[in-house]
């Protein structure tokens, strides 16, 4: 056991320098690089992920010298190590191939300008809405016959749901600025 910790190390001691080159030439990628099931911290970098499995294989000899590993949970975090391993370096195997893929143009950021003055026509609408609904609502309550009734109620429903979505898209766009003015 202590040579298949001792190899594991190695191994990942290994991979320690590529991924730190590859996460300078990188950056930090938007999301995080794997599952949180995989690994604890949900690094959006290679290094991270590394001395998370350089932690393990050090709880696991530190487990082993005080004589408290049993095999089976040896064989668990062994298996969850080499899994990690395969992983990163999967992910260091895809620098290629990311490289080799044509470049799709980014969509480009909208001016603090423009979000205010889409915002301000989402607040316009939201308005329209409102009083749509206000409207319908008050009609469904004055129809007399239940005949009546029913197409008002799928009417108010949907205009329901459209205001529930420009109040929405009012939240990301109020967001969007604030991330905006923040940034400066």
């Given at each position: ?5 001792h190899?594991l190390s190695?191994?990942?001691?290994k991979?320690?320098s590529p ?6 030439q990188r950056k ?10 995989l690994?604890?911290g949900q ?5 991270p992920?590394?001395?998370?499995i350089q932690?393990?294989?050090?709880a696991?000899?530190n487990?082993q010298?005080?004589g408290?590993?049993h ?6 975090v062994c298996?969850?190590?080499l899994?990690?391993?395969q ?7 895809t620098?290629?191939?990311r490289e080799s893929?044509?470049?799709y ?7 603090l300008?423009e979000?205010?003055?889409?915002l301000?026509?989402h607040?316009?609408w939201e308005r ?15 129809a007399?016959?239940a005949?009546?009734r029913?197409?008002l ?12 979505r420009?109040?929405q ?5 109020e967001?969007?600025?604030?991330q905006?003015e923040?940034k400066?």
């Open positions: 056991m202590t040579n298949d910790l190899r190695d191994l990942v001691d991979l320690l991924a730190e080159a590859l996460d300078h930090e990628s938007s999301k995080p690089l794997f599952d949180k099931q690994f604890h690094s959006r970098l290679l290094v992920c590394i001395r998370e932690q393990e294989i050090l696991l000899k487990e010298a005080s408290r590993l095999a089976t949970r040896a064989r668990y298996e969850k190590i899994a990690q391993i992983a990163v370096q999967r992910e260091m195997a620098k290629q191939i893929e044509p470049k143009q980014v969509k480009q950021r909208k001016t300008h979000l205010y003055d889409e301000a026509q607040q316009d329209r809405l409102a009083a749509m609904v206000k409207d319908k609502a008050f009609a469904l309550e004055q007399p016959q005949s009546s029913q197409p109620q799928q009417q108010l429903l949907a205009l329901e749901g459209r205001l529930a420009c109040q898209a009012m939240a990301r766009l967001k969007a600025i604030l905006l923040r400066g």
